[in-house]
């Protein structure tokens, strides 16, 4: 049943919900086809440790990304598991949709999806009953943030051996501090994005032990200076335009500054006359990228205080391949055409979907080894030619 759902997924036809893929391949029942992904009568475990061999084997390794984001489903009605008003960002706006956490490994331009985990709004976790009769798994019938997900997953994929080298996340997960202090606590590199109200302070500021006379005396030590937003302390920055890769059309390349500051994520703390003000923590890169529309995004990354500003960049540009990976999944291989309503039923064919996924680029990537292998051929001299075309 599992090569005909996946054949189904890749085969041809606008929709590839489980109807129409029973009706095109003619060698099993709607019945059937529904029967095995919809009712939850086999462990998806076995499967899932495939995939991510699969995609270790084919972009795994040190200079590989794990890029966590997440996609939209939209859905009418109320009753799919999951579904409430909340943001998308595929569309740009708060619509009724199912949201996922996503997990991609990546490496060069070459994607392979291996986590999609459904979020529960706060509507549904409040709501016992509701996450029974959608059949969520009690240990699933809990409260958890897209970061908390998405540390979850990440601790799968590590647990499975899979090899990479960095962690990428959009601002919706880098404005998390317990999110990036359990990255840095699991010796994982991340590069996140964040507001441009982040606080930070200055890589060298000092920690004071103040004597005041009329107060009583203080307990802890605290900064000389205040913090200041992300966006104000590379504002005095020299922005240089930097490339980070080559695209269809040539370089694709912005202007970007970077600073080492420490983040204000430790302990509040009063600063004297200053108000109340989270601590300096790690000392951390910040980088802003300028874009030619006039936009403005801010970063932070936990890289070696020698990393290059190209380095910088080209990391946090890195992310936007888990986008690609969204919209091919949607728009060829059926993600959102989904009709069950369960959890017992949509995390199987998010599985399937990512398989299918799977082997396309390794058709792909196999495809690519081969052109590549003939245009080194040809451009060899005859004597130098392999001898043993065959092997």
Same mark, same amino acid.
């Given at each position: 049943?599992?090569?005909?759902?996946?054949?189904?997924?890749?085969?041809?036809g606008?929709r590839?919900?489980?109807?129409?893929? %029973?009706?095109?391949?003619?060698?099993?029942?709607?019945?059937?086809?529904?029967?095995?992904?919809?009712?939850?009568?086999?462990?998806?475990?076995?499967?899932? %440790? $495939?995939?991510?061999a699969?995609?270790?084997?084919?972009?795994? #390794?040190?200079?590989?990304f794990?890029?966590?984001?997440?996609?939209?489903?939209?859905?009418?009605?109320? /009753?799919?598991?999951?579904?409430a008003p909340?943001?998308?960002?595929?569309?740009?706006?708060?619509?009724?949709?199912?949201?996922?956490?996503?997990?991609?490994?990546?490496?060069?331009?070459?994607?392979?999806?291996?986590?999609?985990?459904?979020?529960?709004?706060e509507?549904?976790?409040?709501?016992?009953?509701?996450?029974?009769?959608?059949?969520?798994p009690?240990?699933?019938q809990?409260?958890?943030?897209?970061?908390?997900? !998405?540390?979850?997953?990440?601790?799968?994929?590590?647990?499975?051996?899979?090899?990479? #080298?960095?962690?990428?996340?959009?601002?919706?997960?880098? =404005?998390?501090?317990?999110?990036r202090?359990?990255?840095?606590?699991?010796?994982?590199?991340?590069?996140?994005?964040?507001?441009?109200?982040?606080?930070?302070?200055?890589?060298?500021?000092?920690?004071?032990?103040?004597?005041?006379?009329?107060?009583?005396?203080?307990?802890? /030590?605290?900064?000389?200076?205040?913090?200041?937003?992300?966006?104000?302390?590379?504002?005095?920055?020299?922005?240089?335009?930097?490339?980070?890769?080559?695209?269809?059309?040539?370089p694709?390349?912005c202007?970007? %500054? !970077?600073?080492?500051v420490?983040?204000?994520?430790g302990?509040? /703390?009063?600063?004297?006359?200053?108000?109340?003000?989270?601590?300096?923590?790690?000392?951390?890169?910040?980088?802003?990228?300028?874009?030619?529309?006039?936009?403005?995004?801010?970063?932070?990354?936990?890289?070696?205080?020698?990393? =290059?500003?190209?380095?910088?960049?080209?990391?946090?540009?890195a992310?936007?391949?888990?986008?690609?990976?969204?919209?091919?999944?949607?728009?060829?291989?059926?993600?959102?055409?989904?009709? #069950?309503?369960?959890?017992?039923?949509?995390?199987?064919? $998010?599985?399937? $979907?990512?398989?299918?996924?799977?082997?396309?680029?390794?058709r792909?990537?196999? !495809?690519?080894?081969r052109?590549?292998?003939? =245009?080194?051929?040809?451009?060899?001299?005859?004597a130098?030619?392999?001898?043993?075309?065959?092997?």
């Open positions: 049943m599992c090569p005909l759902y996946i054949a189904g997924l890749i085969g041809p606008d590839k919900s489980v109807q129409p893929m %029973a009706a095109r391949a003619g060698e099993v029942g709607y019945d059937q086809l529904h029967h095995f992904v919809a009712a939850g009568i086999w462990d998806s475990t076995p499967l899932e %440790a $495939t995939l991510l699969e995609a270790d084997r084919l972009v795994g #390794g040190d200079d590989a794990l890029v966590i984001d997440d996609t939209a489903l939209p859905k009418k009605g109320r /009753h799919s598991v999951g579904v909340q943001y998308a960002s595929s569309l740009g706006k708060t619509s009724n949709s199912q949201s996922l956490v996503s997990v991609t490994l990546a490496s060069g331009e070459v994607p392979v999806m291996v986590g999609l985990r459904l979020f529960l709004p509507s549904w976790t409040s709501d016992p009953d509701r996450m029974t009769r959608a059949r969520i009690a240990e699933r809990v409260a958890l943030s897209k970061p908390e997900i !998405a540390i979850e997953e990440v601790d799968r994929v590590i647990a499975s051996g899979v090899r990479f #080298g960095c962690v990428l996340a959009d601002a919706g997960y880098g =404005s998390s501090a317990p999110f202090h359990a990255l840095s606590e699991r010796g994982l590199l991340w590069a996140v994005g964040m507001s441009r109200r982040q606080m930070v302070y200055p890589a060298d500021v000092a920690m004071i032990f103040p004597t005041e006379k009329v107060r009583k005396p203080r307990k802890y /030590h605290i900064p000389d200076i205040p913090p200041v937003t992300a966006e104000e302390m590379l504002a005095g920055e020299t922005w240089r335009k930097v490339s980070w890769r080559r695209g269809t059309k040539g694709l390349a202007h970007f %500054a !970077a600073r080492r420490r983040i204000a994520d302990h509040k /703390h009063r600063i004297l006359d200053k108000g109340v003000s989270r601590m300096p923590g790690d000392e951390v890169w910040i980088s802003g990228e300028r874009r030619s529309t006039g936009e403005r995004k801010y970063y932070i990354s936990n890289m070696p205080a020698d990393a =290059s500003l190209k380095t910088l960049a080209a990391a946090v540009k992310r936007w391949i888990c986008e690609q990976a969204h919209q091919q999944l949607k728009e060829e291989l059926g993600l959102d055409h989904f009709e #069950g309503r369960s959890w017992t039923g949509l995390h199987p064919h $998010t599985l399937m $979907t990512m398989i299918a996924y799977a082997f396309l680029q390794s792909r990537l196999q !495809a690519a080894g052109k590549k292998k003939e =245009s080194w051929d040809r451009r060899l001299s005859p130098c030619r392999p001898l043993d075309r065959q092997s």
